[in-house]
């Protein structure tokens, strides 16, 4: 079965850096699109960045890009996503989903029905 396990969440002062992880098992990798997410207390979930396995297309919402890198290792099955310059307002809990590519849709319609289990990033001013 599907599963993501993530890791390389904690706190760290503003400015700084942290990678995380997601490293997947129990499915085809190159048919799938991974994604992280993040949610602030108190605020509603939203997409931040999404790689396409099949052409390692990647995207990133407006407010991270230039500071935020999403990779992979395939030898490893995992997706990694690099975090510079961090400010206070990254802090969230961070996810990594999975969705099987929808051929002729955009990321954003794809269906995100496997997830990790989170982990906490808090960036201190």
């Known amino acids: 079965e599907v599963q993501l396990v993530e890791s390389g969440g904690g706190l760290v002062e503003a400015g700084g850096s942290l990678r995380l992880s997601c490293a997947a098992s129990g499915f085809t990798f190159d048919d799938y699109a991974i994604a992280w997410f993040r949610q602030a207390p108190g605020k509603e979930r939203e997409g931040v960045s999404c790689?396409?396995?099949?052409?390692?297309?990647?995207y990133y919402i407006d407010y991270v890009k230039g500071r935020f890198t999403i990779s992979r290792d395939n030898a490893k099955n995992t997706v990694y996503l690099q975090m510079n310059s961090l400010k206070p307002e990254d802090t969230a809990v961070y996810y990594c989903?999975?969705?099987?590519?929808?051929?002729?849709?955009?990321?954003?319609?794809?269906?995100?029905?496997?997830w990790g289990q989170g982990t906490q990033v808090t960036v201190s001013s």
């Open positions: 790689m396409l396995m099949s052409d390692n297309s990647t």
């Open positions: 989903a999975a969705a099987e590519i929808w051929a002729g849709r955009s990321y954003e319609d794809y269906v995100y029905d496997d």
